[in-house]
Nanobody, 121 residues
């Protein structure tokens, strides 16, 4: 059984910073990509950032220059550093680890349960 857990969400003032963590555990063989998404209630989940084992990164235009994605794939851990937070960044943030495990060689995406980020004064 593979599990992905996010942590680090909190209430922060505009202009503040947060660091989200994503930890994958279980019988994992390898992770080749970690992705971050966010969702506001009643709206579609949107991609925020992604990191591959090759070190390639992608960011949504709305967070470029403010958010930084990183990770330690050897430890099955990813991070999303969020600086210059704005009220419009308020959402539940989800991590998805694209991995394979002992049950299958095929890579699949495993989602975490999400962590709430609220930006408000």
């Amino acid at each position: 059984q593979v599990q992905v857990v996010e942590s680090g969400g909190d209430l922060v003032q505009p202009g503040g910073s947060l660091r989200l963590s994503c930890a994958a555990s279980g019988s994992i063989l390898s992770i080749n990509r970690m992705e971050w998404y966010r969702q506001v209630s009643g709206k579609q989940r949107e991609s925020v950032a992604a990191l591959t084992t090759a070190g390639s990164t992608n960011y949504a235009q709305s967070v470029k220059g403010r958010f930084t994605v990183s990770g330690d794939f050897a430890k099955n851990t990813g991070y999303l550093q969020m600086n210059g937070l704005k009220p419009e960044d308020t959402a539940v943030y989800y991590c998805k680890a694209v991995l394979n495990d002992i049950s299958s060689d095929w890579f699949r995406g495993v989602w975490g349960q999400g962590t709430q980020v609220t930006v408000s004064s």
